[in-house]
């Protein structure tokens, strides 16, 4: 064996390995209700420095991204949507993850505070802390209400946006936060009741587990009508109008008749059509959160013509 | 004995995907504060450092 051959069983990541760490699919829909956060924000901030720091606020959440799957590398080993992610296929060391991650987070809280102000850079520095600290590390595998918490870490990039503009916290950024955070249970509920996942041999709760399918409809039902709550009153602020609100309506009457349907469902039923109701629920759902963002933007595009808000 | 160095080993090619990409990322960054720079010093005709500098464009148009 010569010197060459050591080397070369050294596997090198590539620079896809280590972007793969940051979570690029999250990351698009941090961009997308950070950039309607930023937008619809009232004033209005400099193109250029609007596009830094929707950046930054994607690297602080490719950041947590790292830092998570630094932590869950034990459990992305064993399951199956999960194992090939660049940590439980060897191709980057945990200590690689942890280090990008850390690096990531310094930079991107300090380059949002510098390029707009220190609320958007704490609120950026806050959702990373309870993304991997209260969800990643402590709630994510100890209670089956583990969606509601990572839910709301996903919910703070409109919030951010919104103060990288106007340097505070309005109900108005309050309610975007709610819209993301009430969705995200009855979106994830209802692809936990059709996938089959391997999250209980990894050791995390899932609702459908640890209490049952029944209970997991009941809370479907329950988040989507305070979801609706959410929708139709962000609909009356400021940054709401007819537009939106209409189109709320209908959305959120067509997402309850969905709930109402798989709350009515026994799981005999649901096997005999192979889950359909909660499969075109959990699709609905994606077109759900991205139309509520749109109308806003549609909204705050239409102002210019008289014709927007209220 | 005689260990040969070639000028290409397996570990450049290899390692050659992430160095791009990190010099690119570097450039990048290079251009964002360049470019936060231009966007913030001086030149918004709203803010204090701004106003003499809008009112002299001002003056140079008449």
């Known amino acids: ?310 | 004995m005689a260990t040969e160095i070639r000028a290409t080993h397996a570990l450049h090619t290899r390692r050659l995907s992430r160095n791009i990409g990190l010099g690119v990322v570097l450039i990048l960054f290079v251009g964002l504060v360049y470019g936060l720079t231009i966007a913030k010093v001086g030149t918004d005709p709203t803010d204090e450092l701004g106003a003499p500098w809008a009112a002299g464009q001002e003056r140079a148009a008449q």
């Open chain 1, 1 to 310: 064996m010569t010197d060459t051959t050591i080397l070369d069983q050294d596997r090198d990541a590539g620079f896809g390995d280590y972007f793969a760490l940051l979570k690029p699919r999250v990351m698009s829909l941090v961009v997308f209700t950070a950039l309607v956060g930023l937008l619809v924000a009232p004033g209005g901030i400099n193109p250029f420095v609007g596009l830094c720091a929707i950046l930054f606020i994607a690297v602080g959440g490719g950041a947590s991204g790292a830092l998570n799957m630094w932590w869950d590398a034990d459990i992305d080993a064993r399951m199956k949507r999960t194992v090939k992610r660049p940590i439980p296929a060897g191709k980057v060391e945990p200590g690689e993850a942890l280090g990008l991650g850390i690096a990531l987070t310094g930079f991107s809280v300090i380059m949002l505070f510098l390029a707009t102000n220190w609320v958007a850079g704490a609120l950026l520095a806050f959702t990373i802390f309870f993304y991997v600290v209260i969800y990643t590390m402590w709630l994510k595998r100890w209670t089956p209400q583990n969606i509601v918490i990572g839910g709301a870490a996903g919910a703070f990039p409109p919030m951010i946006g919104w103060a990288a503009v106007t340097g505070d916290i309005a109900i108005e950024s309050v309610l975007m936060f709610a819209l993301t955070f009430a969705w995200t249970p009855p979106h994830f509920w209802s692809l936990a009741l059709f996938v089959k996942s391997d999250y209980k041999d990894a050791g995390v709760p899932m609702l459908t587990v640890t209490h049952g399918r029944r209970v997991t409809r009941n809370h479907i039902l329950g988040y989507t009508v305070a979801l609706a709550a959410v929708a139709l009153g962000l609909g009356l602020t400021s940054i709401g109008g007819p537009a939106y609100l209409a189109v709320a309506v209908v959305m959120n009457l067509w997402f309850i008749k969905g709930a109402v349907e798989i709350w009515r469902r026994t799981d005999a039923d649901s096997e005999a059509d192979s889950h359909l109701a909660e499969r075109k629920f959990f699709k609905f759902s994606l077109l759900y959160l991205f139309v509520h963002f749109g109308m806003l933007l549609v909204e705050r595009s239409l102002i210019p013509f008289g014709l927007g808000g209220w």
